[in-house]
């Protein structure tokens, strides 16, 4: 029976093609409990090896997957193991100019990320950032006055991140060679841990790079939330990109197993062009595909579609987790944390872009 926090599977009404894995077959074991009690929940959507564009951040394929297998013990939904042997040099070829180009509202994202995080650690002075992208985060640390790097598979967004904003970020895959041995204050997985076969290894190599009192945030679509369960396969978060979908119960898990236990749990909120959002938006609603053609020609709405909204869907996890062996973090004197950030939040909020 499928559990209330999971969505049903959107072949539920085709029984026959729902497999149950045979006990002897390890390669499918579960990535978080290490069950073999799987079932198919979503065929693959494509039949062609994966190429890096399909790995791209503004991917609006939306629904299409590889074969997806769900946990019966924990109701972690996974790949096939087999089809992501060359996922890591799949990322390191992968570029995308949309989401380059996009960079000024993505800033605001990571600067709402940053904030949240300072909250819970006030006197953090170290940053690393796994996944970290065009490095969007690491320049709003720096900002911040943080000693940050980063760590990116990416090529291309590796240069764009050294070019763009000159940040510490090292091309490669986490655990990496330049960085070991170093600790830090707060260690992000910012849309990261979807994106990879071996989550709980990601994590314990997370818990390792912590100091003495630090935090790991984690940011990670909800397969719990109610729009995950609401459209099924058609999803947004569901993409080729992604090959493993969590719900708080099921991070908290794989947490544990890496030594880490959940702090607080929240919401992420996303910033967007309403011009970006309407183009996605129109794969479930076509019709707004008039309008959105209409915008590039009529001055009222072609400004209409340049502002910036706030997106919280409730269906992406912003979870703090800290090491088991570490103690809960004292509350500072609330004069002192009150003081401290407004400070930071004027640091975070000062440059923002002119987006109007």
């Given at each position: 029976?499928?559990?209330?926090?999971?969505?049903?599977s959107?072949?539920?009404?085709?029984?026959?093609?729902?497999?149950?894995?045979p006990p002897?077959?390890?390669?499918?074991?579960?990535?978080?409990c290490?069950?073999?009690?799987?079932?198919?929940?979503?065929p693959?959507?494509?039949?062609r090896?994966?190429v890096?564009?399909?790995?791209?951040?503004?991917?609006?394929?939306?629904g299409?997957t590889?074969?997806?297998?769900?946990c019966r013990?924990?109701?972690?939904?996974?790949?096939?193991?087999d089809?992501?042997?060359?996922?890591?040099?799949?990322?390191?070829q992968?570029s995308?100019?949309?989401?380059?180009?996009?960079?000024?509202?993505?800033?605001?994202?990571?600067?709402?990320?940053?904030?949240?995080?300072?909250?819970?650690?006030?006197?953090?002075?170290?940053?690393?950032?796994?996944?970290?992208?065009a490095?969007t985060?690491?320049?709003e640390?720096?900002?911040?006055?943080?000693?940050?790097?980063?760590?990116?598979?990416?090529?291309?967004?590796?240069?764009?991140a050294?070019?763009?904003?000159?940040v510490?970020?090292?091309q490669?895959?986490?655990?990496?060679?330049a960085?070991?041995?170093?600790?830090?204050?707060?260690?992000?997985l910012?849309?990261?841990?979807?994106h990879?076969?071996e989550?709980?290894?990601?994590?314990?190599a997370?818990a390792?790079a912590?100091?003495s009192?630090?935090?790991?945030?984690?940011?990670?679509?909800d397969m719990?939330?109610?729009?995950?369960?609401?459209l099924?396969?058609?999803?947004?978060?569901?993409?080729?990109?992604?090959?493993?979908y969590f719900?708080g119960?099921?991070?908290?898990?794989?947490?544990?197993?890496?030594?880490?236990v959940?702090?607080r749990?929240?919401?992420a909120?996303?910033?967007?062009?309403?011009?970006?959002?309407a183009?996605?938006?129109?794969?479930y609603?076509p019709?707004?595909?008039a309008i959105?053609r209409?915008?590039?020609?009529?001055?009222?709405?072609?400004?209409?579609y340049?502002?910036?909204?706030?997106?919280?869907?409730h269906?992406?996890?912003?979870?703090v987790l800290?090491?088991?062996?570490?103690?809960?973090?004292?509350?500072?004197?609330?004069?002192?944390?009150a003081a401290?950030?407004?400070?930071?939040?004027?640091?975070?909020?000062?440059?923002?872009?002119?987006?109007?």
């Open positions: 029976m499928l559990t209330p926090e999971t969505p049903e959107p072949n539920a009404t085709r029984s026959s093609e729902r497999a149950s894995l002897s077959s390890s390669a499918l074991a579960c990535w978080v290490g069950s073999v009690d799987v079932a198919l929940w979503k693959r959507s494509i039949q090896p994966l890096p564009d399909d790995l791209a951040v503004t991917d609006s394929r939306y299409e590889l074969t997806l297998w769900r013990a924990c109701a972690f939904i996974f790949a096939d193991a089809e992501l042997a060359q996922l890591t040099e799949l990322y390191a992968l995308d100019s949309v989401y380059q180009e996009t960079q000024d509202t993505r800033a605001l994202q990571m600067r709402r990320i940053l904030h949240r995080a300072l909250a819970a650690r006030p006197h953090a002075r170290t940053v690393l950032d796994i996944g970290a992208g490095g985060l690491l320049a640390a720096g900002r911040a006055g943080l000693e940050a790097v980063g760590v990116e598979p990416s090529r291309a967004f590796v240069r764009h050294r070019t763009a904003h000159a510490h970020i090292e490669g895959t986490f655990p990496h060679p960085l070991a041995g170093r600790t830090f204050d707060l260690v992000f910012v849309d990261v841990i979807e990879v076969r989550p709980i290894e990601l994590l314990r997370a390792d912590l100091a009192g630090g935090a790991l945030v984690v940011i990670t679509p719990a939330s109610y729009f995950a369960r609401r099924r396969g058609r999803w947004w978060h569901f993409r080729l990109a992604h090959v493993g719900s119960r099921s991070l908290a898990r794989a947490a544990r197993s890496a030594g880490l959940v702090e749990q929240g919401r909120k996303w910033y967007f062009r309403i011009d970006y959002l183009k996605r938006l129109a794969v609603l019709p707004l595909a959105n209409a915008a590039r020609r009529l001055r009222l709405l072609r400004w209409l340049d502002r910036v909204v706030t997106v919280d869907l269906d992406s996890l912003f979870v800290r090491r088991a062996d570490d103690q809960a973090p004292a509350d500072a004197p609330a004069k002192v944390a401290y950030h407004a400070v930071i939040a004027a640091i975070l909020t000062g440059g923002i872009p002119a987006l109007d």
